[in-house]
């Protein structure tokens, strides 16, 4: 009896038609790095459907080539000869983000799609504007490079009202790259802002059912459903605590569940007394700290045996942007941090 995390395919081929009805006139490149957003990249072969997969690492193209002839889009590029041989062996696009990856890419003898990085305003990944002219001229005249595409990036797409997003988007706009195709749109900028798609979109988060915004989103579909099995039943009596640092007190005689699920398996620390579980379809509530193999849950007067299975997450009543909520995070950071000891199953 363990946690298991059973990867919905339907859903993760519904989310992908809901991309493809907000940008209805964009490629699509499915944003599949850190395994998948951890739904592993084995679960996820309904988003292979897609024009375009990206991943940040090398071992990541390695993994995937194993499953599908599409274009993978390699998004920190590459640094040395080794990495662009296997790259291009791979039938890898690489993108291009900073001039020190410039001498390998032009001393290349094969030919290479390249994908070229501008930074518009999130400081992160890019050329600065002022190098990009100069660089695509540098590379354009070269037979061996093909420039596939110019991207950038939104730093505050999740909060569509944010000033940074407009002033992105115009400097993007802005740059004398017409003639190459563009690519800008995240899942929030997909989602919130039309004039942001341009010719490919990088849906991420919204692929695996989860809202890049606060609020929760019912046209997507979770992917990813949690679960984990109860231990143990047993009751509290008023004034007794439960858990590490006895954070927790029964106000009155309290029912209680132990379930075999803990940070141990990526459940968060950080969850707060209070934070929804799902037992037999019903919302209870976490009840002290996180251990790192189980839960306390206060269960009230729900009828519940042992050996019956709770939901963490991944049920259209119970959504990981609020097991996120109540722990201070993201639906990103829980999703990639289910560990390798819970069970990973392909569900229909
Ligand atoms: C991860 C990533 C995305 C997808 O972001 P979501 O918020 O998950 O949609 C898009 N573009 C780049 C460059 C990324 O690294």
Request: charged residues 20%; glycine residues 6%; contains cysteine.
């Amino acid at each position: 009896m363990h946690a298991v995390a059973a990867i919905s395919q339907s859903a993760l081929a519904h989310n992908l038609s809901v991309v493809r009805s907000y940008a209805p006139n964009s490629k699509i490149i499915s944003m599949v790095k850190s395994n998948a957003y951890g739904h592993h990249l084995d679960l996820v072969k309904p988003l292979m459907q897609a024009d375009i997969l990206a991943v940040s690492e090398l071992s990541e193209v390695r993994s995937l080539r194993k499953l599908t002839n599409k274009p993978i889009l390699l998004l920190p590029g590459i640094f040395n000869d080794t990495d662009l041989q296997e790259a291009i062996q791979l039938n890898c696009h690489l993108v291009f983000h900073d001039l020190s990856q410039l001498t390998v890419i032009k001393n290349s003898k094969d030919p290479i799609n390249l994908w070229i990085k501008v930074d518009t305003g999130m400081h992160r990944l890019g050329l600065p504007i002022d190098q990009l002219e100069q660089t695509l001229s540098q590379l354009k005249n070269n037979s061996n490079i093909h420039i596939e595409s110019v991207m950038t990036h939104f730093a505050c797409a999740d909060e569509p009202t944010h000033i940074k997003n407009s002033q992105q988007f115009d400097t993007f706009s802005k740059l004398n790259i017409q003639h190459y195709s563009r690519s800008m749109a995240n899942s929030a900028a997909i989602m919130s802002l039309d004039k942001s798609h341009f010719d490919y979109v990088r849906p991420g988060i919204m692929l695996y059912g989860a809202s890049p915004f606060s609020n929760i989103n019912e046209q997507l579909m979770p992917a990813m459903k949690l679960s984990a099995p109860i231990l143990s039943l047993k009751t509290i009596k008023a004034g007794e605590s439960v858990g590490y640092g006895a954070t927790w007190t029964a106000k009155k005689d309290s029912r209680i569940v132990i379930i075999g699920i803990g940070y141990g398996d990526g459940y968060p620390r950080h969850a707060k007394t209070g934070t929804p579980v799902m037992i037999n379809n019903t919302l209870c509530t976490l009840a002290g700290r996180v251990s790192m193999d189980l839960i306390c849950v206060d269960i009230g007067d729900l009828e519940v045996s042992v050996g019956d299975i709770a939901i963490l997450w991944g049920d259209s009543k119970l959504r990981v942007e609020t097991v996120a909520s109540y722990s201070d995070t993201i639906s990103y950071e829980l999703l990639t941090g289910v560990s390798s000891r819970v069970s990973f199953i392909r569900r229909a």
